[in-house]
């Protein structure tokens, strides 16, 4: 079992930055990587960025690239995602996911994630 927990979100207006953590609990002796996804009104939830267990590797979703970022401290069990020049249509729910995996092992298909968080929300707006 995995319990993750995300914080650090809020209301920020178009062009803004926020940063966002997963706190991730209940493992330290096994491999697994980590995940973003947001889901906003009415809409699936989608894939946002992850990273592998060794930091090596990640894959962002293209609408993001560019402009955000994530990184991974296993010493502290903690993943955050720096979001920065945000956009209205960043507005979402923002949820922290887990797969398992070897140390370089990353997806971005949702359903390959056993183990999620509450979500945090992120509402950019002027």
């Known amino acids: 079992q995995v319990q993750l927990v995300e914080s650090g979100g809020g209301l920020v207006q178009p062009g803004g930055s926020l940063r966002l953590s997963c706190a991730a609990s209940?493992?330290?002796?096994?491999?697994?990587?980590l995940g973003w996804f947001r889901q906003a009104p009415g809409k699936e939830r989608e894939f946002v960025a992850t990273?592998?267990?060794?930091?090596?590797?990640?894959i962002y979703a293209r609408s993001v690239r560019g402009r955000f970022a994530v990184s991974r401290d296993v010493a502290k069990n903690t993943m955050d995602l720096q979001m920065n020049n945000l956009k209205p249509e960043d507005t979402a729910i923002y949820y922290c996911?887990?797969?398992?995996?070897?140390?370089?092992?990353?997806?971005?298909?949702?359903?390959?994630?056993?183990?999620w968080g509450q979500g945090t929300q992120v509402t950019v707006s002027s």
């Open positions: 209940g493992r330290d002796f096994s491999t697994y990587g």
């Open positions: 996911a887990a797969v398992d995996g070897d140390r370089d092992f990353v997806t971005a298909q949702r359903a390959q994630y056993h183990y």
């Open positions: 990273i592998s267990w060794s930091g090596s590797q990640t």
